[in-house]
């Protein structure tokens, strides 16, 4: 009997963290492996807020998958100082795609983000007019709100209000993880999506705290209550060209993962496609896979299909105890667990 396989387009991870220096060096290869682009965040340290820092990142990031096809789709960190010229020159550029709206203190890296949208709406009128997307990182950061809550919270302070303000603008609501979230997407134009993590759609909250405290499934957004996982589920189900897939793969050493104050941040590179391609089978709609792994990304960035494929066999395989990053070593989401799916 033939082993059952899938056969996609190629996909495209539409929310990536690469890192720098030696991180990037060793995780790289993993997205450019099963992924033909993908939206690069830009909350390095310094971030990358200009269209210059852009350009020798994306240098960076091209030697650190050299010889692959892979094509990183940049973006730049917004903050309450980038300016109109900057947002001009971005555009001019061809390969920034997008800017990053990291509410200041929301998640790792973000301590340079926007402290009020407010600051930045001439900014925000020049994306409008131009097709730049808004990509948001969804949460408040006001450490007073319940972190459960912080997303709800957003929407209703924040998002809500944005999406009035710039009815045109286009907007990405990265890695959603509520019910709230699913459903303000879902109601709004045609000019706001969202991305869902592997590990949004897998895991509710209990997963942080299964048998003791698990740091590699902690990050931000903050898994949430399985009735929420529940509603994302339905929105994959429901086939909507709004949703697609953006990994979120954030890579930390272990030792700062494991740690009296561990950082947020899953990594999911090596295994997210597979994931995504057991969530979707596990549901019975592996036929809406490929769409939302490789085309309603590129449809609302306005960008072409990828044209070659990737195969994924039915084979079992585990997934490695960790990976190496040079002198430190970095742990996979799901290590040492088995999948079902391989890409080969
Ligand atoms: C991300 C990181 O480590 O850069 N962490 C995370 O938990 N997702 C930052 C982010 O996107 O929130
Ligand atoms: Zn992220």
Known sequence: M?????????????????????????VAAFSARQFARAIIMPNLQPPVTTVVQAVEYLDRILAAVDGSDFEPLMTLYLTDNTTVAEIIAARKSCFIKALKFYPAGATTNASAGVTDIKHCHAVLE?????????????????????????????????????????????????????????????????????????????????????GGLQPHHYCLPVLKRETHRQRLLEMIRSGSPKFFAGTDSAPHP???????????????????LEIYASIFEQQQILDKLEAFTSFNGADFYGLPRNTKTVTLIKQAWKIPAQYSLGSDTVIPFLAGSTLDWKLI
């Not at 993962?257 to 590179?269: D, R, V, Y």
């Open 2 to 26: 033939s082993v059952p396989q899938l056969i996609l387009t190629q996909p495209d991870d539409w929310h990536l963290h690469l890192r720098d220096g030696e991180i990037l060096k060793h």
């Open 126 to 210: 020049t994306m409008q007019e131009t097709g730049l997307p808004l990509l948001i990182h969804g949460e408040v950061s006001d450490h007073q709100v319940d972190i459960f809550d912080r997303e709800k919270q957003f929407i209703d302070s924040v998002l809500q209000p944005l999406s009035k303000d710039f009815p045109e603008l286009k907007i990405v609501f990265e890695h959603i993880t509520t019910r709230e979230a699913a459903d303000f997407v879902l109601e709004s134009s045609d000019t706001i999506a969202a991305t869902i993590t592997p590990q949004h759609l897998l895991l509710n909250r209990n997963a942080l705290f299964a």
């Open 254 to 272: 272990r030792h700062k993962k494991e740690t009296a104050c561990g950082c947020a941040g899953i990594f999911s590179a090596p295994v997210a």
